[in-house]
């Protein structure tokens, strides 16, 4: 039986499973399906997660490698999201909990292959037709291009995105435009990760060693978390080094939302866009959809238009007894 109740929880065989629960559960099995900090929280109870995201996140977890496994009384499938890495799809029954997913391709990952089944729990982050993001490696090659042109006219250049996920994108396509990034220490851990994990990001240098500290004497590009990224941080960098300094950030809310200080944002998103998500719908083929995260109303609205099942799951949520 499916529930929602601030997430979603699925009961079988005399088993509780949250999905990524969003408060800390007193019983019952969670399910974890990446290492961003919104979805990968510290339980009590026992977590399920892939061993990538349990290297990423250092949680407490029982591992399951992307597959069909038993696993602590339940049977259940995990399939790549193309998320980020270790990010999982899980399917229990005809239960299908996507978590965060990109169907699109990009230079790291496959992207997502809809899974089949009855009731489809999907994150709807970018869940509106005015977005639909370009090609990743298109958007990571001009990214690169742009970064190139700055450096080699003696600038120094920020580029900011989150440390898990886009930052390896972003480490990826500047090697790809033959640029070695001096990187934060936090992008750093990950990007070991990655690498260990046989994701090829070229070569990258930590900004606290000392080939670091003699890369930063000239024209240099840093990577940095994205909210490191402000106006007073590039204008210190600036007079400390004697330099003009520019910034450019990677995100899918590009053309939504602007930082004081950055020059560019290029539209490079680890999310599905609106068209991925209603791909995703029609090949998985659900009988009901509940909508998460983001736009989860519209895009619900736009299923419903088009003949399904769908509400977000918020408004599952509401028993009769609210409206009274
Ligand atoms: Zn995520």
């Not at 742009?146 to 080699?152: E, H, L, Q, R």
């Not at 300094?245 to 939504?256: F, R």
């Amino acid at each position: 039986m499916l529930s929602f109740n601030r997430g979603a929880i699925y009961s079988t065989n005399g088993h509780r499973v949250v999905f990524d629960p969003e408060r800390k559960i007193k019983h019952g099995l969670a399910i974890i399906s990446h290492a961003h900090s919104d979805h990968a929280r510290k339980h009590s109870v026992t977590s399920i997660m892939t061993p990538e995201t349990q290297a990423i996140s250092g949680l407490d977890a029982v591992t399951v490698p992307y597959g069909k496994h038993s696993v602590e009384g339940i049977e259940l499938e995990f399939t790549d999201a193309g998320h980020v890495l270790g990010s999982a799809q899980t399917r229990i029954d005809d239960v299908v909990y996507t978590g965060d997913f990109r169907m699109a391709d990009s230079p790291l990952f496959k992207g997502a292959q809809p899974m089949e089944c009855d009731d489809l729990i999907i994150e709807t982050t970018f869940g509106r037709p005015e977005y639909v993001f370009p090609d990743p490696a298109e958007v990571g090659a001009e990214l690169g291009e742009w970064v190139k042109k700055n450096s080699d006219a003696g600038r120094i250049v920020v580029v900011g995105g989150y440390a898990l996920g886009k930052s390896q994108e972003l480490t990826r396509a500047l090697n790809d435009s033959g640029i070695v990034p001096v990187v934060h220490h936090k992008i750093h851990a990950i990007n070991d990760i990655y690498s260990e994990h046989g994701k090829n990001l070229g070569e990258y240098v930590h900004s606290d060693s000392e080939e670091g500290r003699e890369m930063m004497r000239d024209a240099f590009v840093v990577q940095m978390p994205q909210h490191a990224v402000r106006e007073d941080f590039l204008h210190t960098l600036s007079v400390q080094n004697h330099r003009p300094v520019v910034a450019c950030t990677a995100t899918g809310w590009a053309g939504t939302f602007f930082t004081r200080g950055v020059q560019r944002t290029f539209p490079l998103s680890d999310h599905a866009d609106y068209n991925q998500l209603m791909e995703y719908v029609e090949q998985a083929q659900p009988k009901r959809v509940h909508t998460m995260h983001g736009f989860a109303a519209e895009f619900a609205r736009q299923l419903q238009r088009k003949g399904w099942d769908a509400m977000p799951i918020k408004g599952r949520e509401k028993t009769l007894h609210h409206f009274l």
